[in-house]
């Protein structure tokens, strides 16, 4: 994937994750995740959510897209709130629009683009020439 460089606010810090297409993938980095949490003592109020958040987007990742994909993190002030944004970021969708992956039942995926349009106060999606990358923007109280 091509470095993409882009300009952060100052006082903004940031970490990224490479995602082995593997099983056991999403818990591992997840694990990773609180500790990077713990480290820059993001607001307890919202670990939980933004633990949720991860796993919803990089599990996507790894159903319906193409890898690599890449987990980046940055914690900050944004618009003068003490914000985490969570980025995902893939190679772009491994099935034609659609499709679903052989053996998904479609009544136990698909919620989670709702569950991050609940978690967040701001998401989308960015369609670059390297694939897709999903955010995420969750505000501490």
Known sequence: MAVQLEIRPRGVVEHVFALPPVAGAVSAVRRRVRAVLAAWNVSPEIVDDTILVVTELL?????????????????????????????VSDAGPALAAGQSPDGIDPDEHGRGQQIV??????????IHCDGVTRWADLVAA
């Open 59 to 87: 599990t996507n990742a790894l159903v319906h897209a193409l890898p690599p994909a890449e987990l980046r993190l940055s914690w900050g002030l944004r618009g003068g709130l003490r914000t985490l944004r969570v980025e």
């Open 117 to 126: 349009h609940v978690l967040s106060a701001r998401h989308g999606m960015r």
